[in-house]
Structure formats: structure tokens, C-alpha cells
């Protein structure tokens, strides 16, 4: 049996009843006409063909429930984004026409929404005269960053700031800086000047004397005491290491532990972030830890800057004086000691020969003798030989030119 064909709206993909109008697809044209789809052939009852989507104002349509059909369920929205004027036989927007609109020429004040909080005059949504810049870590300026911002002598406010503002804006700067290592911009409190390939610096001596006082508030120096010329300075960072490893909970080990620098051949710095660990250190001025088997000395003292560092390391020699006996041979090494004391009397320290432990290595020897017996050390040490010759070894001292 030959099956008739209906007329059908192709982009709609609905039945439509001969003599009715086609929609201009796009949402622009005008509504449908009030004709209803066919049924023959057909079950539309409980069909909710997914582009027929749900007319605005109404609920969501339930399962098993026939939805809107015909003109008001196909009707295109009658939006001014669609542009259109109203449907046939209407006027339009009639009353509803001026509802909510505003003159063209009125002013901004009459089409501001009501909900809209105007903020801080330095704070409003758009840039404003007089935002300032400076950065959020130092917690001033107005504009986004939060703040208010100083009203007084505007764009030279560095000028007006009082010393102990800037000494504490130097110490909250430096905590963050020694801590975690994010360093700050500092430029602020500096003066920089380039000479050729060269720049200079200088900071005021408020900023200087800040600098000073918040180091000796949290670093301590760690002076190593005995053979430690022969330990590396991965070594010295060990037994700091351990130290701190003594005292934190075990859990904290890898977290909390402080940042060293060298600052000698037998100096090291610390920055602990606990300061009870600094105030422990302090306390306890000596300490004696163990690694490898091998004893270490430390004595700990506030830091000291590179003058104060280099007057220790002169009132420690004050009292002694190092003397050093020159490409010594092994036939030699086991009397050196005895021919130097038969010289000068008794030796206060003698020193292993190697700079590195791992490297083990015979060259010269070196000794710590009173420095009130200076006048009796020899320029050589000789031994005769059996054949004739004479082993000489050279002995000098830390004043030889």
C-alpha cells in the first residue's frame, strides 16, 4: 500500500496542516499559525520532542505528562534579542512599551543599578588618580591592594615615613627574606648608583643598624674548636645537622631545620626558625657531638658581622701563634714534634697534615706554640746522615714574610 506523504517542515521536523505557515527559522519570523499537528499515524501523546525545549514561565515538564503543543509550544521567543515587534494582530509592546527603559540622554546617576555599592574612592572598580603601587607585602598603598592609602604628601611618602616605621618595614622584610629566601624589594631603603660596569649601593645607617640588630636577634655563629682543619665544610654542615636533628622532634627534622653559611675556615652561621633553639644554643655556649666516630667541639655565639668575626679570630691568636715545618720526608716525620719542643718548649697543638680527612696525604706539619715563645723558634731542623748528607727542613711561622 503507497503511503501519501505530508508536508513537513524539514528543520522543524514536525507535521504541519496543509494551509499552514512555515516558520522562518532563526527566531526572526513571525509565530506559527494556529493549526495543531496531525495525528494520524502518529502517537504524540507523552512526547517531548527535545527542541521544543519548555516555554519561559513554566515548569519542567514531568515524564508521562503531554506538553504544550501547537502555537505554545513551538511559539519563538518574543525577545528584543530576536527582534522582533510582537506577534500579528498585537500592538507591540503596548503598555509594558517605556517599562524600565531610560531616555537616551539622561544621566548616568538614572540608569545606575541600585544594587551597585560604590567603594572606597581609592577602591572603586576602575582606576582612580592617585593609586598607589607599592606592594602588597608591605601592607600600604590604597588601589586593589587593600589599605588605605596615606593622604600625606602623596607620591612621597618614603620621605615622611619615621625611623622606626622603617626599621620595623626592614625586619619584616628580612624575615621573609632569611626564612623561606624570598627576597624582597628592598629598593626603598637603598640608593644605587652605576660607575662603568660597576653599581654601588648605600643604605641609610638606620636601615644598616636594623640589618645588624635583627641578625644578632636570630642567627647564631658556630665556631668549630680543635683538628678541624682536616674536615670538609659538608663535614662542619653535618655536625650542625646533627645537632639540630638532637634537639627537634623527629617529625620536624626535614621542616624546621635552619639555613648555614659558611663564614671561615672554622666558622659557620645558622639561622634557626625556632628561636627557642637559638636561645638553647646560646645557653649552652659548648657542645660536643659525635659523627663518624670522630668528636667535635662547637661553641656557639650571636653573630658576629666580618670585623667583629675577624677581632675573635685576633684575640684567639693573641695567646698563641702557629708555626709549620716545610715538605717534611718520612724519614723525618716521627722526630719533627720532639726537635720543635726541645726549641720552644711545650707544643699547645699540632695540627693533622692533611686539609681533608678523605684525602690523607703527608706535606708539612703544623703546631700552636705560646706566642711569648716566638723568639725561640729556629729557622731549620737539621739530621745528619749516616752517608754524609743532611736532612734540613725549613720552619716558619705566621709572621715569616
Known amino acids: 500500500m503507497q503511503m501519501q506523504m505530508e508536508d513537513t517542515d524539514m528543520e522543524l521536523h514536525i507535521p504541519l496542516q496543509s494551509g499552514s505557515v512555515q516558520t522562518d527559522v532563526g527566531g526572526a519570523g513571525q509565530a506559527l499559525s494556529d493549526g495543531t499537528p496531525q495525528t494520524e499515524g502518529l502517537s504524540w501523546g507523552g512526547f517531548a520532542p527535545f527542541w521544543a ?68 574612592p581609592k577602591e572603586d572598580w576602575f582606576p582612580v588618580d592617585g593609586y598607589d603601587s607599592d606592594s602588597d607585602e608591605e601592607g600600604k598603598g590604597g588601589g586593589r591592594s587593600g589599605g588605605e592609602a596615606s593622604t600625606e604628601n602623596p607620591g612621597n611618602g618614603n620621605a615622611t615615613e ?37 653599581v654601588s649601593m648605600t643604605v641609610s645607617p638606620a636601615v644598616r643598624r636594623a640589618q645588624v640588630e635583627w641578625m644578632k636577634d636570630n642567627a647564631v655563629v658556630v665556631f668549630f674548636q680543635g683538628n678541624f682543619k682536616s674536615v670538609s665544610a659538608d ?38 626558625r625556632d628561636k627557642k633553639l637559638i636561645e638553647l644554643m646560646l645557653s649552652m655556649k659548648n657542645h660536643k657531638i659525635k659523627v663518624d666516630g670522630t668528636t667535635y667541639k662547637l661553641t656557639f655565639k650571636k653573630w658576629m658581622s666580618p670585623v667583629e668575626l675577624e677581632e675573635a679570630k685576633n684575640a684567639e691568636e693573641i695567646s698563641n701563634i702557629w708555626i709549620m715545618a716545610l715538605r717534611l720526608p718520612w724519614l723525618a716525620a716521627p722526630f719533627v714534634r720532639s726537635q720543635i719542643e726541645f726549641a ?52 716558619v711561622t705566621q709572621m715569616t714574610d
Open 53 to 120: 525545549g519548555r516555554p519561559r514561565g513554566t515548569g519542567r515538564l514531568e515524564s508521562g505528562a503531554e506538553g504544550p503543543t501547537g502555537q505554545d509550544r513551538m511559539r519563538p521567543p518574543q525577545d528584543r534579542g530576536a527582534g522582533l515587534r510582537g506577534t500579528a494582530g498585537t500592538a507591540g509592546r503596548g503598555a509594558q512599551k517605556g517599562k524600565g527603559r531610560v531616555p537616551a540622554n539622561s544621566e548616568f546617576s538614572a540608569r545606575q543599578p541600585p544594587s551597585r555599592q560604590f567603594l572606597n
Open 162 to 198: 619615621s625611623v622606626d616605621n622603617e626599621v620595623e618595614q626592614v625586619r619584616k622584610m628580612l624575615d621573609k627574606c632569611f626564612d623561606r629566601m624570598i627576597i624582597p624589594d628592598m629598593s626603598k631603603f637603598a640608593k644605587f648608583e652605576r660607575k662603568g660596569n660597576t
Open 235 to 272: 663535614r662542619k654542615e653535618q655536625c650542625i645537622r646533627n645537632f639540630e636533628d638532637s634537639i627537634l622532634p623527629q617529625n620536624m627534622h626535614h621542616k624546621e631545620r635552619g639555613r648555614v653559611h659558611q663564614e671561615g675556615r672554622n666558622v659557620m652561621s645558622n639561622f634557626p
Open 344 to 395: 720552644v718548649g711545650k707544643i699547645v697543638k699540632q695540627y693533622p697534615p692533611e686539609r681533608y680527612e678523605e684525602s690523607p696525604k703527608l706535606n708539612n706539619l703544623k703546631f700552636d706554640i705560646p706566642r711569648d715563645q716566638k723568639h725561640k723558634v729556629p729557622e731549620y731542623l737539621d739530621w745528619p746522615q749516616s752517608n754524609g748528607s743532611v736532612i734540613r727542613i725549613q720552619v
